[in-house]
């Protein structure tokens, strides 16, 4: 297993919690829009969003990695 298999990734991180969606007109449906929730990422970032879901309803997470500033990678957890 080389470190890129190790490296947190948002998208299957028990931490990141999707909360709300994007306003949008025309009553379309907005991306939803996911934070990081780590009891540790108050101390790293004043802000923790972590990115938006594609367009459509299940709107998954499109960020393929993790923040620069996910308290994991300091850690060295997963
Ligand atoms: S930033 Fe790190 S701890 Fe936060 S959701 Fe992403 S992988 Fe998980």
């Given at each position: 297993?080389?470190?890129?298999?190790?490296?947190?990734?948002?998208?299957?991180c028990n931490h990141c919690?999707?909360?709300?969606?994007?306003?949008?007109?025309?009553?379309?449906?907005?991306?939803?829009?996911?934070?990081?929730?780590?009891?540790?990422?108050r101390r790293v970032t004043?802000?923790?969003?972590?990115?938006?879901?594609?367009?459509?309803?299940?709107?998954?997470?499109?960020?393929?990695?993790?923040?620069?500033?996910?308290?994991?990678?300091?850690?060295?957890?997963?």
């Open positions: 297993m080389n470190n890129a298999d190790k490296a947190p990734r948002c998208k299957n919690k999707q909360i709300g969606r994007m306003q949008t007109q025309q009553r379309r449906l907005g991306r939803k829009k996911y934070y990081c929730e780590h009891p540790k990422v004043n802000n923790s969003f972590v990115g938006f879901g594609a367009m459509g309803y299940e709107s998954p997470l499109t960020l393929k990695t993790a923040k620069r500033w996910c308290p994991l990678k300091e850690a060295g957890e997963s």
